[in-house]
């Protein structure tokens, strides 16, 4: 999915092809991701503010990787994990 304007791509996708995850593990890691940075867009935190969001972004697919090299498989979760993450670290 292309960035939309003002959005720097995060290179999950990039991350996620060098991993050993399988297709449907890489489908649902990036589903949750692309899921948890719309519901940070739409909060109007400024943590999705044009000078924040590669870091935003690259903080929640880091985190979303994280919990799926650790075997988590909820998607719900993944985007809960990621966005509770997010609140911690910034």
Same mark, same amino acid.
């Given at each position: 999915?292309?960035?939309?304007?003002?959005?720097?791509?995060?290179?999950?996708?990039?991350?996620?092809?060098?991993?050993?995850? =399988? %297709?449907?593990?890489?489908?649902?890691?990036?589903?949750?991701? =692309?899921?948890?940075? $719309?519901?940070?867009?739409? /909060?109007? /935190?400024? &943590?999705?503010?044009?000078?924040?969001?590669? /870091?935003?972004? $690259?903080?929640?697919?880091?985190? @979303? @990787?994280?919990?799926? +090299? +650790?075997?988590?498989?909820?998607?719900?979760?993944?985007?809960? $994990?990621?966005?509770?993450? &997010? %609140?911690?670290?910034?």
């Amino acid at each position: 999915m292309p960035p939309v304007s003002g959005e720097t791509a995060v290179p999950i996708a990039l991350i996620l092809a060098n991993s050993a995850f =399988d %297709a449907e593990t890489t489908a649902l890691l990036a589903s949750a991701f =692309d899921t948890a940075w $719309d519901m940070v867009k739409k /909060s109007g /935190s400024p &943590l999705a503010a044009d000078e924040n969001a590669a /870091s935003t972004r $690259d903080l929640l697919a880091k985190r @979303i @990787i994280e919990m799926g +090299q +650790q075997g988590e498989r909820g998607r719900q979760r993944l985007v809960d $994990d990621a966005l509770a993450h &997010l %609140a911690v670290a910034k």
